[in-house]
Nanobody, 125 residues
Framework: QVQLVESGGGSVQAGGSLRLSCAAS????????MGWFRQAPGKEREGVAA????????YYTNSVKGRFTISQDNAKNMVSLQMINLELDDTAIYYC??????????????????WGQGTQVTVSS
């Protein structure tokens, strides 16, 4: 089974930018979808962004549209999440995830079955 390792988290002031990366241990085309989720203190984990591997179709939750961009780097077996105009509410642990099912939409957040360990993103005023 593919393993995922996130990097790029950190602390930033509101309005700033961060780029998260997720490296997959296996060929990226071995999964159907890759995505990013986040969990803020006291809140449930939520899907943030996803991409259909090989097709490039992207999905975003409403609160990040226009600010976050997910992309894939086939040569590096990696998916990235570029985050701009960060807001205080973006503070959370961000998890990279993959979905092996090819029958569901990548925007169906419940389809993800492989998870990374998470990386902290803290946005301060």
């Amino acid at each position: 089974q593919v393993q995922l390792v996130e990097s790029g988290g950190g602390s930033v002031q509101a309005g700033g930018s961060l780029r998260l990366s997720c490296a997959a241990s296996a060929y990226i085309y071995s999964v159907a979808c890759m995505g990013w989720f986040r969990q803020a203190p006291g809140k449930e984990r939520e899907g943030v962004a996803a991409i259909r591997i090989g097709y490039g179709t992207t999905y975003y939750t409403n609160s990040v549209k226009g600010r976050f961009t997910i992309s894939q780097d086939n040569a590096k077996n990696m998916v990235s999440l570029q985050m701009i105009n960060l807001e205080l509410d973006d503070t959370a642990i961000y998890y990279c995830a993959a979905a092996t099912s090819r029958t569901m939409s990548c925007g169906t957040w419940s389809v993800y079955n492989v998870w990374g360990q998470g990386t902290q993103v803290t946005v301060s005023s």
